[in-house]
């Protein structure tokens, strides 16, 4: 295991400052934390306090780092879905689990991120909806000081494993059952959030069915936001066959904006939310068991902290239409 003294001299500065650096102490100029956090991340170091904890019996929590969106309230359902799977499967594996929002954590470092999730004796991590920008999350993935799963993201190395749908699968096979329904020519298709590994993956799927199918292509972003998908639809949907929204949100927003315009497109969505089935139009769309793929997250965080690699997980989606007498009691 590297030494703090290697860190010193790997950074050409004092074991004092190595040591302030790594808790904090003001009056350290920008230039040699950069230094010095160079030198921790070259040598994969593990300041000792986290090293010791990590083999400590009362070292075992595990994080849930969410990032609610605030678009709307619907989408608490999926969080919601996500928090009890975790939360089920825990308990049955004995495990205690804390919830770590996105922005109790916005704004640190990487050393200052596992400096707290060591404080709260977090031993492994599970990520759900990481982003590209999410910079900090990733360079600690890269450090494999925790264990971690990570939920809609293609990550993996020995101590991190991916989870999640075949996104461009899913879309595919979503948009052709559009495209047979209605053999459309053109497809508006309405994107998720730049930033999303989904979203790239989503419109992987899409643009294998526009090749294979030699459709036209219209795609615009919709950031997730019904409203945006809405606006979208009032704009372009007029000379398109057929809306593809990479999330149901946005679909709902879509088939809103048709009735208003008074024409008819086929719409599919992404998800299976439970309030496409409220809308008043059957929608195709790909059903993510939100639930199962959190509780299989647990599973796997806890093989990893037992010394199993990281590796992929594909779960299983399936394409439904949401009616109203499915989603009654």
Do not use: W
Request: contains cysteine; aromatic residues 6%.
């Amino acid at each position: 295991m590297v030494s703090i003294r290697e860190v010193a001299n790997y950074a050409g500065v004092a074991i004092s400052t190595v040591s302030k650096v790594l808790n904090g102490y003001p009056n350290i100029s920008e230039k040699t934390k950069e230094k010095v956090n160079d030198a921790i991340r070259e040598l994969n170091y593990i300041p000792n306090s986290i090293a010791s904890a990590l083999s400590s019996k009362q070292f075992g929590r595990i994080a849930l780092i969410l990032d609610p969106k605030r678009q709307t309230q619907a989408i608490d359902q999926i969080c919601m879905q996500y928090l009890l799977g975790a939360l089920d499967k825990a308990k049955e594996l004995h495990l205690e689990v804390v919830t770590i929002f996105a922005s109790m954590i916005a704004g640190m470092t990487v050393e200052e991120t596992a400096r707290y999730f060591q404080s709260q004796s977090i031993a492994g991590v599970v990520v759900y909806g990481l982003s590209k920008n999410d910079r900090v999350l990733q360079q600690l993935m890269d450090r494999q000081i925790f264990a971690c799963v990570v939920v809609d993201a293609p990550l993996v190395n020995g101590r991190t494993t991916a989870i999640g749908v075949d996104h461009a699968q899913a879309q595919y096979d979503v948009a052709k059952k559009v495209v047979q329904e209605d053999r459309c020519k053109s497809i508006l298709y309405i994107a998720g959030r730049k930033d999303g590994y989904v979203t790239e993956q989503r419109l992987e799927g899409i643009k294998r069915l526009v090749r294979e199918r030699d459709l036209g292509l219209l795609v615009r972003q919709g950031e997730f936001s019904e409203l945006t998908a809405r606006n979208i639809t009032m704009k372009y949907a007029k000379n398109k066959d057929a809306v593809v929204c990479a999330s149901d949100l946005m679909a709902i927003g879509a088939m809103n904006a048709l009735i208003d315009m008074d024409i008819f497109r086929p719409v599919c969505g992404f998800d299976g939310i439970t309030l496409m089935g409220y809308v008043g139009k059957q929608m195709n769309t790909v059903y993510q068991d939100f639930y199962g793929i959190s509780s299989r997250a647990l599973e796997e965080v806890k093989q990893l902290l037992d010394g199993q690699d990281g590796h992929q997980v594909v779960m299983p989606h399936r394409i439904v239409k949401m009616y109203y007498q499915d989603i009654i009691c």
